[in-house]
Nanobody, 121 residues
């Protein structure tokens, strides 16, 4: 079992920046790790993938955040960050951290409780 805790959300004006943290109860990266990602759920919308980082450090971003957001990992490998710059009101959402582990070919998801990000225009 893995516990994930997100932090760093808040209220900022459009054009501002925030850095979200996802801290785990154990190392996020190891031979069982498929990927660590950030997702967001905007009001009245489904949860969408924002950014992913793999065990090998390969990153991917949704088109809506590419060039503005960056996902990185701490050297202790217990924390993943989401640096968010040039924030827009459309980025307002609850942001969730997700870890996918492989157990004998089966993928298992772990989620944090989410952190609210609100961007004012």
């Amino acid at each position: 079992q893995v516990q994930l805790v997100e932090s760093g959300g808040g209220l900022v004006q459009a054009g501002g920046s925030l850095r979200l943290s996802c801290t785990a109860s154990r190392s996020l990266f190891g031979y069982r790790t498929s990927a660590v990602s950030w997702h967001r759920q905007r009001p009245g919308k489904q949860r969408d993938l924002v950014a992913t980082i793999t065990n090998d450090g390969i990153t991917n971003y949704s088109d809506s955040v590419k060039g503005r957001f960056a996902i990185t990992r701490d050297s202790d490998e217990n924390t993943v960050y989401l640096q968010m710059d040039s924030l827009e009101p459309e980025d307002t959402a609850v942001y969730y951290c997700n870890l996918v582990l492989r157990y004998s070919g089966v993928l298992v998801d772990f989620w944090g409780q989410g952190t609210q990000v609100t961007i004012s225009s």
